[in-house]
């Protein structure tokens, strides 16, 4: 089976902080995702990665970057995380869409609750 | 922004009886994913269907697709305790467009099963 494990299930930060939050999965996929869910506004896409070293923009990228130096590995960041950044962060895998006409599903990791005080 | 609406929001039924899920989206799409999740934890993959199939059955679920109307339904038979968490709807977007490949969410039923 698939394992997609992030760092932390729960962390608590101080407004200014850097913070990084750190996903990592076992399957060989290239592509990888970092979603953010907040009730009432389900998963919202923040950045996505198909490949190492290669990114782009979901649908809220702003106040958060990130990082992948090694395939199974991705990392968001918030450079100065404040407190309309606390929310559920869920990191996701999926094998590479252009073979498989984008129909291969995602997998989920148990997602970290972060809350910047 | 958001292209699936699930409904109802939220959703109580007896263990037994059958659960019935909708979700409506505003653009073409290339598949339409439903994905589970419990409380507290990551999703789960349940079942795709892609866009020029009408119906799929996975075990107890049942999934439909209406690319006429935009809509699709998740039925689960013969529900459990077990069945209890939240399901979202996630479509994926033509190739050939700057989303493709990408899911992008409902806001998701929450059903309840009574033991």
């Known amino acids: 089976d698939v394992k997609v494990t992030q760092s932390s299930r729960y962390l608590v930060k101080r407004t200014g902080e850097k913070v990084f939050l750190e996903c990592v999965q076992d399957?060989?996929?290239?592509?990888m995702f970092w979603y953010r869910q907040d009730p009432g506004l389900g998963l919202r896409l923040i950045y996505f990665s198909y490949d190492v070293k290669m990114k782009e923009k979901g649908d809220i990228p702003e106040g958060y970057s990130v990082s992948r130096e090694k395939k199974e590995r991705f990392s968001l960041i918030l450079e100065s995380a404040s407190t309309n950044q606390t929310s559920m962060y869920l990191c996701?895998?999926?094998?590479?869409?252009?073979?498989?006409?984008?129909?291969?599903?995602?997998?989920f990791g148990d997602g970290t609750r972060l809350s910047i005080l | 922004s958001q292209q699936g609406e699930e409904d109802p929001q939220a959703l109580s039924i007896q263990e037994g009886e059958n659960a019935t899920m909708n979700c409506s989206y505003k653009?073409?799409?290339?598949?339409l994913q439903w994905y589970r999740q419990n409380s507290g934890r990551g999703l789960v993959h349940l079942i795709l269907i892609r866009s020029n199939e009408r119906e799929k059955h996975s075990g107890r679920l049942r999934v439909t697709l209406d690319t006429s109307k935009k809509s699709s339904s998740l039925l689960i038979t013969a529900s459990r305790a077990a069945d209890t968490a939240s399901y979202f709807c996630a479509t994926v977007a033509p190739a050939g467009g700057t989303s493709y490949g990408k899911l992008t969410f409902g806001q998701g039923t929450i059903l309840t099963v009574h033991p």
């Open positions: 399957m060989d996929h290239e592509n």
């Open positions: 653009t073409s799409i290339n598949n």
């Open positions: 996701a895998s999926s094998p590479i869409f252009p073979f498989t006409g984008g129909n291969q599903p995602q997998h």
